[in-house]
């Protein structure tokens, strides 16, 4: 879920559509899952000296390069955090101990209850920058002008439409003419206009075959829109259609797109359960992944931190700090 938009119910929707089982839907994981530790001291994120970040074990190849990601790169979608956004310890804790663990970015879903000059502000005081958001498609053109102008008021650099599900091929159509259009008005305000996907974009049949992702791909104007590859679902997409290297399906789904993928959401997932993971724990071999194709905002996610969200978000910092490939 991103949001609180349901990306598992949309995919197992589509495959029972197609006729699938909960066995084939964890058809096809990676061998293979590593560990990582983590405690924290004084609210400071610490490495256990078990980490291997880059190295989950037989089957990925992470390790084996020099390169890292750039910690100015680094970034966390706060739905990851919502549990402990609106209630206990609440958004000024939380935001403040991110800040602890050397976040300097973070990906908006929602203010909190602040107008964007006052999130800005707080933000600012933290040393975080809200570069990027999640905003749905907007319902008039007013509603447009709004989230726009919210966007430019945080001096965000993307902006991402989060979700759409439909097993109408006009419906896709449409959303993906109104994203060029909302990307032209988005240019405008200096902001990079993308979209999130889900696994379901890979499974839907919209007639003859024909996928969601290939109609968004085709119809989005690459000049205008970008993808924001969120490589959980695009790795459980390679999955749930029976790819033999999922990872590899990630590679080649994101080089075959005409649109730039200027961000990645990285998610783990769970070798056994199919389910999201903190990083470093499940089976998606990032650094293979990053090696081939890389991007100007690397942003933590797990919908359902392992511990606590908090904690999640600790070990993502860590694991990307550490990871090389």
């Given amino acids: 879920m991103c949001f609180g938009f349901n990306g598992e119910e949309a995919l197992r929707r589509s495959l029972a559509e ?5 066995r084939q839907m964890l058809r096809g994981a990676a061998v293979g899952a590593g560990a990582v530790g983590l405690g924290t001291l004084g609210g400071t994120a610490v490495a256990a000296p078990a980490l291997q970040a880059g190295r989950h074990g037989h089957g990925h190849d ?4 020099g ?21 206990t310890p609440g958004f000024d804790t939380v935001l403040t101990r991110l800040s602890q663990y050397g976040y300097t970015r973070v990906e908006l879903a929602g203010y909190y209850g602040r107008t964007a000059v006052q999130l800005r502000a707080f933000l600012k005081g933290l040393g975080i920058s809200a570069t990027s958001s999640h905003d749905g498609i907007s319902a008039t053109p007013a509603e447009l002008q709004t989230k726009l ?15 759409l599900n439909s097993n109408s091929l006009s419906d896709w159509q449409k959303w993906a003419d109104q994203m060029n259009n909302e990307a032209r008005q988005a240019k405008r305000y200096g902001l990079k206009y993308g979209y999130h996907n889900h696994a379901h974009e890979f499974t839907i049949d919209l ?17 205008l829109v970008h993808l924001e590859a969120d490589l959980y679902w695009v790795y459980t997409g390679g999955v749930q259609t029976g790819q033999s290297d ?3 399906f990630v590679i080649d ?16 997932r769970d ?8 990083l470093g724990t499940g089976v998606v071999d990032f650094a293979r992944i990053f090696r081939r194709h890389r991007v100007d905002e690397y942003i933590v996610e797990n919908d359902t931190p392992d511990v606590s969200p908090l904690t999640s978000a600790a070990v993502g910092r860590c694991y990307l700090d550490h990871l090389t490939f």
């Fill in 253 to 268: 789904t994101l080089r075959a797109a005409p649109q730039k993928v200027l961000q990645f959401h990285v998610k783990d």
């Fill in 67 to 87: 390169r890292q990601v750039p910690t100015d790169r680094i970034s966390i979608q706060l739905y990851t955090l919502r549990a402990a956004l609106g209630g």
């Fill in 18 to 22: 197609r006729g699938s089982s909960r």
């Fill in 246 to 248: 999922p990872d590899q």
């Fill in 271 to 278: 070798e056994a359960t199919g389910d999201m993971s903190d």
């Fill in 149 to 163: 102008q919210n966007a430019a008021t945080l001096r965000q650099t993307y902006i991402n439409v989060p979700y």
């Fill in 62 to 65: 992470g390790g084996h390069g």
């Fill in 207 to 223: 007639g003859g075959g024909l996928t969601p992702w290939e109609v968004l791909t085709d119809r989005l104007d690459p000049r």
